[in-house]
């Protein structure tokens, strides 16, 4: 299991505890105290009641994070991403947990953009948008393969209008808007931090060479 504050992975030790039976069904509480942070873990469990099924899995229909919430532990874009990039990036964020589906359309608009103004394809559907990116081989094969994972995890085939209209709210597929999510920060990396490193790195061998006066480097 890994922890919701700090990604360590532990042993579970489970402390369940049973909240109570209602119309819903069967609500639980499951925690634990992580061994490296020593913060801890909840989720509420809950499904409908099961008399044919004996214990646990009689009533585990959802679970849901709720301390921390779940992609609360992943960290805000990096300072060099574009505001409105990094908003709309921290905003997916702090919403994936409620609203998967608010949280991929948020991830489907960052990655059009990224592909627009930073990758420069041609503004299509999002899908022809990714197909460009990929024939220009301008971005790592493990950057491209997570790319082109998002139209198959995400089943744009299904819904056309991811694509078309990249911002819409619409079904969301398992695991997709982690997914988009985990693509945008290798995304950041390549086009926003990797590149201001590059640059800082530049700036002061610069001022070495001007020390020793010889001439700076050339432009990339
Ligand atoms: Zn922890």
Redesign the pocket.
Known sequence: MQ??????D?HPDTKVQHVGIDPGGVWVIESEK??????I?MRLVSGPENPSRQGYMSYVQKTRPFHPKEGASRKPAPPEVAKGLAEDYNEACAVLADSPKSSAALGRRCLQIILREHAKVKPQDLSNEIDEVLASKQLPTYIANDIDAIRHIGNFAAHPIKSTNSGEIVEVEDGEADWTLDTLVQLFDHYFVGPAEAEKKRDALNAKLADAKKPPLKKP
């Open positions: 922890c919701g504050h700090c990604s360590a532990y992580c061994p490296r942070c020593g913060r873990n």
